[in-house]
């Protein structure tokens, strides 16, 4: 049932509604951070895919110049949707962690027993460090995106005004540094799904 629930109504009343149909923040929170962690494993794939068709093009017969331009440039729009998707759920999970958080630390001074009340607070704690740490890997994954997406769009642009065998030549040099981006970005992303998939299975091993 969360995985069709949109991302578009991120505000207290949305949240407010969510829990009248039995929907906890939590499970929100949770269900997001899996969404971002799908989001970054596609995107992976897309970036790898469109490396694939800008190398494909370096040895590519001046009479196929232009329909593999017009492939590359698909590529790079792919990688451009891609990436904002990242940053959309990346932005989701934020909104409803932060809400979670929020209600979590108001309700503590609602407890009337210290000990429960201190119990409580620690593992507010606890899990906001490990949220912290989460969110921290995601965005330095994000931030790896817009130079690889810079470097995609050169090439596009070059090939547009340059359809020509020696304009095709000059990219083998770029190729090694696309492809350097290329990987540091999957590291990265790497990092951030796996930093995703302990966080929820350990803030699920806590309820």
């Known amino acids: 049932m969360l995985?069709?629930?949109?991302?578009g109504g991120c505000s207290s009343l949305y949240y407010d509604a969510m829990e009248e149909l039995?929907?906890?923040k939590r499970d929100i929170m949770v269900d997001r951070v899996a969404d971002a962690r799908d989001a970054q494993s596609?995107?992976?794939?897309?970036?790898?895919?469109s490396l694939e068709h800008f190398q494909s093009v370096v040895n590519t017969p001046d009479t196929e110049l232009k329909a593999r331009y017009e492939e590359i440039r698909d590529a790079y729009e792919d990688s451009q949707d891609a990436a904002e998707n990242v940053r959309d759920r990346i932005d989701a999970v934020e909104d409803v962690s932060?809400?979670?958080?929020?209600?979590?630390?108001?309700?503590?001074?609602?407890y009337q027993s210290d000990s429960l009340r201190r119990a409580s607070a620690q593992k507010l704690k606890d899990t906001r460090q490990h949220y912290d740490q989460m969110i921290t890997r995601m965005h330095q994954a994000e931030e790896r995106m817009d130079p690889v997406l810079e470097a995609f769009e050169d090439q596009v642009l070059f090939l547009k005004h340059n359809l020509n065998a020696q304009a095709i030549g000059s990219l083998q040099g770029e190729l090694g540094r696309i492809q350097q981006d290329v990987d540091a970005l999957i590291q990265n992303m790497e990092a951030s799904i796996a930093e995703s998939e302990a966080f929820i299975q350990r803030f699920q091993s806590q309820n």
């Open 22 to 24: 039995g929907i906890e």
């Open 98 to 110: 932060e809400a979670l958080f929020d209600e979590w630390d108001d309700e503590l001074d609602r």
């Open 42 to 49: 596609e995107a992976q794939e897309t970036f790898r895919s």
């Open 3 to 7: 995985s069709l629930i949109t991302l």
